[in-house]
């Protein structure tokens, strides 16, 4: 380990580098000691907020999972095959990363809306997006679905093919190989996409409240609670997300790097 | 644990990004030992690779015991592969990476265990079993690779440049083992190297590429003694190679007799082994030399082979009757040569230190 203090172009990089840490921590810190431990207590009672943080997470959990099933073989093929237009493909997966996320939204509903030839063929299954949660989780989806693929397919990347085809001889088809070779030593890069998508998911208010306002993820409620009522009453809601999120993300994270190690 | 499948490659081409295979014809006989040597970029892997049903040539085909496989998938066709860095999974302890092939075919319990001790034991790795392969030497790495492609009991083992990732002193250990396991299994064995001296060392037959091309195949002796064409002359190059077996002599050093010529080397190794000099190590002279080269002898210069600023003496020391007498190449600047007036049928001594002698 180098000493962080090692010469003067170290300390005024330290210098620099502690506004932008400092920028981050110091809001979420403001905010989560502004709140008095009982009025915390007493949000955590409210029916609503309870309800909209368990929906946030459920959605954000269900766009992980379907990000999970189509983007991990979409990462595979991106890592080990070549094929006219790849760049075309990579270039559409980073795309939701730099729409603002309203337009995203206005997008979604203009193929997912009730009137539109998709919103109504899924009506026949009994399924809608305009306000309600499968509307939420094709939000989260959209906007976030960038970061789980994207570290699957380095992950798949920084797996020698080799290995694959020492697999091959051995008498491993290519869904076996892939199972027992490749996935197990993309899982770690896998999960943290994941834990990333997930908390981008968590977070998102611009394409969720142009596709479904009600009902209310976290976020929305905690705007929703600082337009009709103010600040004093944000606040709370906003302090409880901030800790689940960070005690969450910690927590995963802890739990990905032993996994990681253990491998 | 047998192995037997004789391999065909017949008028084989393969494009591979930028490696290509031309009209490749191997023919390499059930129980084998086939060395494929070329320089780096010849476009040996993709030949193994295509062996292995890992690339899909062109056009030819690849008979494996007379049964065409040009279309088979690599899970079938009964192969063992070796790459020179090893491509263990890391994510497995040793004993899973050679029992993976076992699992694929779904064999009892007991019956993995039996045959993974089985490999472990003749490779000498069966204290590593519970080890991950990050914390190995890749020596032992090497050895456990060998083991998971041969547990399977392989037709056919493929040895990409097994040995060169490894230093020296393991090269040598898991040459000889390479050795030792083909002549225990017998398993055709097909090994891609670089390396001219390992060639020789292991190859019952040797196949020299280049650019994708077979140029030459023949015993190794055939390849160093009779280059059929000026680039396996210079990728070979000059050199002295010889065969005996070493026995112990006095003061510490060993001996080689050639044809009866009593050579001194310095080796730990016993047995049929091969030797070779290099040309510039050999000191020639028209007076006997006093140094303190071990091996000093008289001869007869019976060639003389002109390579501009440098000269290759050939130098034939008398030796039993019965036997070849051995021929020394010396290589001395052009200089030398005009100052000793050497001249075929002259008579001269040769002398090189017993440190000179490399056998493996």
Known sequence: ?263 | MKGYGSVQVCDLWVDLEEFHLRQVNLDVAAGEYFVVLGPTGAGKTVLLEAIAGLHQPRQGRILIDGEDVTNVPPERRGVGFVYQDYMLFPHLSVAENISFGLKLRGLGRGIIEERVTAISQLLSIDHLLHRRPGTLSGGEQQRVALARALVVEPRLLLLDEPLSALDPGMREGLQRELARVHRELDTTTVHVTHDFEEAVALGDRIAVVNEGRVVQVGSPEEIFRKPDSEFVARFVGVRNIFRGEVRSGEDGYKVLPLNGVEVAVVTGLTGRVHASIRPEDIVISREPLQSSARNSFRGRIVDIADRGSVVYVTVRVPSAPQGKPPDFISMITRRSLEEMELKEGLEVYIAFKASAVHAF
Not at chain 1, 56 to 78: D, E, M, N, Q
């Open chain 1, 1 to 263: 380990m180098k000493a962080l203090f090692a010469n003067r172009m170290h300390v005024s990089f330290v210098v620099l580098g502690s506004l932008l840490i400092l920028f981050i921590a110091v809001p979420l810190l403001r905010t989560v000691t502004a709140s008095n431990p009982a009025v915390l207590w007493q949000t955590l009672l409210d029916e609503e907020v309870r309800g909209s943080m368990g929906l946030t997470f459920y959605a954000s959990l269900v766009a992980t999972g379907l990000a999970f099933v189509c983007g991990v073989p979409l990462a595979y093929l991106l890592a080990r095959a070549d094929f006219p237009g790849k760049q075309l493909v990579e270039g559409i997966i980073d795309v939701p990363i730099v729409v603002p996320h309203s337009a995203a939204g206005i997008a979604l509903l203009m193929v997912f809306g009730k009137r539109t030839p998709l919103g109504q063929a899924f009506s026949l299954f009994g399924l809608k997006f305009v306000s309600a949660t499968p509307g939420i989780v094709i939000a989260m989806l959209f906007v976030s679905l960038s970061f789980l693929v994207n570290a699957a397919r380095e992950g798949f990347e920084a797996v020698d093919p080799r290995l694959e085809r020492v697999a091959r001889t051995l008498g491993a088809s290519p869904w076996r190989a892939f199972w027992r070779v490749s996935f197990p030593l993309a899982w770690r890069s896998i999960l943290s996409g994941m834990i990333l998508m997930w908390a981008r998911g968590l977070s998102e208010f611009g394409a969720v409240v142009i596709l479904a306002y009600h009902p209310m993820v976290a976020p929305i409620l905690i705007y929703e609670r600082f337009e009709s009522f103010g600040l004093r009453y944000a606040r709370p809601v906003a302090t409880l997300m901030i800790l689940t999120c960070l005690l969450t993300f910690v927590a995963l994270r802890l739990i990905a790097r032993r996994k990681g190690k253990g491998a």
